[in-house]
């Protein structure tokens, strides 16, 4: 055990390094715990729209996509908007245009609203497809009302426009006419996480899983650039002339620097505990410190291979970099084409995390 | 100063090799991340239990768009069939149209399309799941119009046969315009902002990270020269410090700006990423800025391992809050105000804006 308590004692009296690892942790964390508190919010898309006519069905459009769960709508002037766009704050800008009303009701349904996007964008096809949900009511409506308005009279009084969307309304208001998809989720992979709905909330908190996870690689290879120091100054080669089993105490010293890490994974565990519960959040933290352990032995590996600390700092960071972009990727693995990446051990503590949030 | 810099940088051949190495795989990496294609393909199952005229119209229409035909493959069978198919993981999802779907909907009876999503794969279902969403408010719109004109017709006593054909009529109209929603689109491009790939985006955030990481390693230089008492002995010749640390930052900077700019002309020679003189530019001038930063945050930590908590830290979180990692858009109010300050956002939208 006396490599263990040594290697411990000297983390915790480099009094500096502990400081930063201490004021780093918290920072990030909280950082986390920020975007984890908003995930609901912020995974939904970005738009902006320009409403400019104040006609009651485009102010109503306007209000619709204002309310929207799925769209996260930013309203300004054109310049105001253009500038978002330019900063990257929005994907696309959707103008409703002064003849949007007088449109719909000639019975035209082509270019009804503008889109402005990026040059080549193709992802704001899916902010189309939602917006034009919220725009197929008053396109049904007044292809209907001409019907009606239109049909051959047969002595009843013909409701006027006003009328007969009220009526419509009155309509749509029953709840028998509200079709929706009986959806089910079905995960073939785990049966009984089958049945549980996945939101678009679910994608963004994976990505904070992931950064977690980087955050974790991170403060290993901060944690193990002790060993690289000492390599690099023949403390290693001194200790190997003292005999004794060196294997053992270099697994002491390992596990004394995943017992100093402990803190970090016990606090990152904590970060979505109302999402997984307590029990979840155990098993957080047994996949915390499960990947902790698999990568002090990488960076302990590579202490003795690359000799100079600032070699291993590189490659260090490198090796976290890989690790950290195979995990992300592959969060996104349908949407990339990357599969194989899910074995990587970032990817499948970023799969393992998400089972514990469902 | 500078030549013992550069003397000093040559000499350490372990680091200059693991820097090699680096570049190597860096342009490896961007050939392998650009050559990384979304797939276009989404396999959708299908059984029809109603079998109707309306089904059948609808079915050949999705087979005969190409549009939809391009991202699309649909099949067909019988409940075992697609189940078995989807319980191997060959389908997406798949929907269930029960018996009588149509008439019953004609018949005010909202009978739902059952909708079976594979949830193997959490951020695939969550799209689909939203996009479902989205599609039963189209039905929605369509249903609601129409049983409003077929009541209203009901109450003003039409004839049954004009109503019947009045709602087959409108509903087969609103269907297809539901289907050609794209129409309702004006697109227009914003010439002076291109659009980022994710994969791009994700090269360049990586390319970000690595010039801090050079920064970085230019204050680790500057902490091991004072830690060993060098900087000590320089001031006792009448060298000041600031001296060596320009003298560092210099060279670092210079050495590690001819890298990245060698590397990146690599691979602009094979059209992987974007690079022209201005990105040149901005990037040297990152580096050097960088190389300051990290040379100052060597002054103030004295602990080599306390610098490497702090340092690694604060790059981990500039490339967050910069929208390395998640696109700005989606960081939270209270987090992406500080985006502008970061040197990856900046990176970025400076290669996007024209």
């Known amino acids: ?358 | 100063m500078i030549g013992k810099d550069i003397k000093l940088f040559i000499s350490d051949t372990k680091t200059l090799l693991v820097l090699l190495v680096l570049a190597l795989l860096g342009i490896a990496g961007v050939f392998l991340a650009s050559g990384i294609t979304p797939p276009t393909v989404i396999t959708v199952g299908i059984v029809d239990h109603e079998q109707s005229n309306y089904s059948e119209m609808l079915k050949t229409y999705f087979a005969e768009n190409e549009d939809f035909n391009a991202f699309v493959n649909i099949y067909e069978g019988t409940e075992e069939e697609v189940n078995a198919r989807f319980e191997k993981g060959e389908l997406d999802f798949y929907f269930i149209i029960p018996e009588n779907f149509t008439s019953e909907m004609i018949g005010m009876k909202n009978t739902p399309i059952k909708a079976v999503i594979n949830s193997d794969d959490k951020a695939k279902a969550a799209v689909y799941g939203a996009l479902l969403e989205s599609y039963s408010r189209y039905i929605t719109s369509v249903e609601v119009n129409i049983e409003s004109l077929t009541f209203r017709m009901r109450e003003e006593d039409y004839d049954r046969q004009l109503i019947r054909d009045k709602n087959v009529e409108i509903s087969w109209d609103l269907v297809m315009t539901a289907l050609g929603k794209d129409a309702f689109f004006e697109r227009e491009a914003f010439d002076r902002m291109a659009s980022l790939p994710l994969t791009d985006h994700y090269i360049y955030s990586v390319l970000i990270l690595l010039v801090l990481y050079s920064g970085m390693l230019t204050g680790y230089a500057v902490l091991l020269e004072r830690k060993s008492g060098v900087r000590s002995r320089l001031v006792s010749c009448g060298i000041s410090p600031a001296r060596t640390i320009i003298s560092k930052v210099l060279v670092y900077g210079t050495l590690m700006s001819a890298a990245f700019l060698a590397v990146m002309t690599v691979m602009k020679q094979f059209g992987k990423i974007e690079f022209s003189f201005g990105i040149g530019l901005y990037l040297t001038a990152l580096i050097f800025g960088a190389g300051i930063v990290f040379s100052v945050l060597a002054l103030l930590i004295r602990s080599k391992n306390g610098y490497c908590f702090f340092s690694n830290m604060a790059i981990l979180l500039m490339t967050v809050l910069g929208g390395g990692i998640i696109p700005v858009m989606y960081l939270p109010n209270a987090l992406s105000g500080f985006a502008q300050f970061m040197p990856s956002y900046r990176f970025i939208t400076f290669i996007l804006q024209k």
């Not at chain 1, 009651?56 to 766009?85: F, I, N, Q, Y």
């Not at chain 1, 013909?158 to 029953?174: G, I, S």
């Not at chain 1, 005999?243 to 620097?257: D, H, I, S, W």
């Not at chain 1, 690359?306 to 070699?311: D, I, L, M």
């Open chain 1, 1 to 358: 055990m006396g490599a263990f308590v040594l290697r411990l004692k000297l983390l915790l009296t480099d009094r500096i390094a502990t400081v930063c690892y201490a004021l780093c942790v918290i920072v990030m964390l909280s950082v986390f715990f920020n975007m984890n508190l908003h995930a609901s919010d912020n995974s939904r898309v970005p738009m902006g729209l320009l409403c400019e006519s104040e006609s009651p069905v485009a102010v109503r459009l306007r209000d619709r996509l204002l309310g929207s769960d799925a769209l996260r709508v930013t309203t300004g002037s054109m310049e105001e908007l253009t500038e978002l766009l330019m900063d990257g704050y929005i994907g696309s800008i959707f103008v409703i245009g002064d003849d949007y009303e007088t449109k719909l009701r000639d019975g035209i349904r082509e270019d009804l609203i503008k889109v402005i996007t990026p040059s080549d964008d193709t992802s704001s096809i899916i902010v189309q497809d939602i917006v034009a949900g919220y725009m197929m009511y008053d396109v049904c409506f007044f292809r209907t009302y001409d019907e009606y308005r239109t049909l051959p009279g047969n002595g009843a009084e013909t409701l006027t426009e006003e009328e007969y969307a009220a009526f419509v309304a009155e309509v749509a208001e029953d709840p028998d006419y509200g079709f929706d998809f009986d959806i089910r989720y079905v995960d073939i992979e785990n049966p009984d996480k089958s049945g549980i709905s996945v939101t678009t909330a679910m994608i963004y908190r994976q990505i904070i899983a992931g950064l977690i996870g980087m955050l974790l690689l991170v403060l290993v290879v901060c944690g193990c650039n002790g060993f690289a120091l000492e390599h690099g100054q023949s403390i290693t080669a001194r200790r190997r002339t003292t005999g004794g089993n060196l294997f053992a105490a270099y697994a002491l010293e390992l596990l004394a620097v995943l017992v100093y890490l402990t803190p970090a994974v016990l606090l990152s565990s904590l970060i979505m505990i109302k999402e997984s519960g307590f029990g979840g959040s155990v098993v957080i933290f047994l996949l915390g410190e499960g990947l902790c352990a698999f990568f002090v032995i990488v960076c302990f590996a590579l202490t003795r291979a690359v000799r100079s600390a600032s070699s291993y700092q590189l490659v260090g960071t490198v090796v976290c970099l890989f690790f950290g972009a195979c995990g992300f990727i592959s969060t996104f693995s349908a949407l990339t084409g990357t599969q194989v990446l899910g074995a990587t051990p970032v990817a499948v503590y970023i799969k393992q995390f998400a089972e514990m949030l469902v």
